[in-house]
T-cell receptor
Framework: EADIYQTPRYLVIGTGKKITLECSQT?????MYWYQQDPGMELHLIHY???????EKGDLSSESTVSRIRTEHFPLTLESARPSHTSQYLC????????????FGDGTRLSIL | GQNIDQPTEMTATEGAIVQINCTYQ??????LFWYQQHAGEAPTFLSY??LDGLEEKGRFSSFLSRSKGYSYLLLKELQMKDSASYLC??????????WGAGTKLIIKP
């Protein structure tokens, strides 16, 4: 049973649109992450948060923004979608402590036409 | 720079044993994770090593050598459901995960 939820599961949308990918977790985890993953490739960290009102950019900000107003919610927004944003986006969370495994949502497969 | 290397693809037979290797270079080191990812699904945590040696969890074991910058995941009594990608990830000095591209394991009957 999933404790971290991502919506939508799939999205096909045109260039230039503003998109928000939703991620929520019910585990009370302080740390949350957004990754981008292309088929057969490694995960790239886009943004992360260590708690409410805390957000940091990863190696691949990809012209996106995040917010962390509530512990359980960590949405990712693309202000103006481009075909290069086509990818899978994975949200993850981890508990208190510096070494905790990350738990992943099922991902959003995004296609920009 | 930071880097994780693992083979792109491996094939093994049902019931056999397979070892998936991973070498890492990270800025500082706070341990190494292995995750399993079935096609189209999210990665799931398998194991974590920070000290040298072998950690066993049922059919899966993970080994670490810090001096060699090397780890492996050992899967015994392979089952068809073990067909998946296996991701190696090193935890650097900032406690950020550096991910490998994954090893796609194909199990044949």
């Amino acid at each position: 049973e999933a404790d971290i939820y991502q919506t939508p599961r799939y999205l096909v949308i045109g260039t230039g649109k503003k998109i928000t990918l939703e991620c929520s977790q019910t585990m009370g985890h302080d740390k949350m992450y957004w990754y981008q993953q292309d088929p057969g490739m490694e995960l790239h960290l886009i943004h992360y948060s260590y708690g409410v009102n805390s957000t940091e950019k990863g190696d691949l900000s990809s012209e996106s923004t995040v917010s962390r107003i509530r512990t359980e919610h960590f949405p990712l927004t693309l202000e103006s979608a481009r075909p290069s944003h086509t990818s899978q986006y994975l949200c993850a969370s981890s508990g208190t402590g510096e070494v905790q495994p990350q738990h992943f949502g099922d991902g959003t497969r995004l296609s920009i036409l | 720079g930071q880097n994780i290397d693992q083979p792109t693809e491996m094939t093994a037979t049902e019931g056999a044993i397979v070892q998936i290797n991973c070498t890492y270079q990270t800025s500082g080191f706070n341990g190494l994770f292995w995750y399993q990812q079935h096609a189209g699904e999210a990665p799931t945590f398998l194991s974590y090593n920070v000290l040298d040696g072998l950690e066993e969890k049922g059919r899966f074991s993970s080994f670490l050598s810090r001096s060699k910058g090397y780890s492996y995941l050992l899967l015994k009594e392979l089952q068809m459901k073990d067909s998946a990608s296996y991701l190696c990830a090193g935890l650097d000095s900032n406690y950020q995960l550096i991910w490998g591209a994954g090893t796609k394991l194909i199990i044949k009957p």
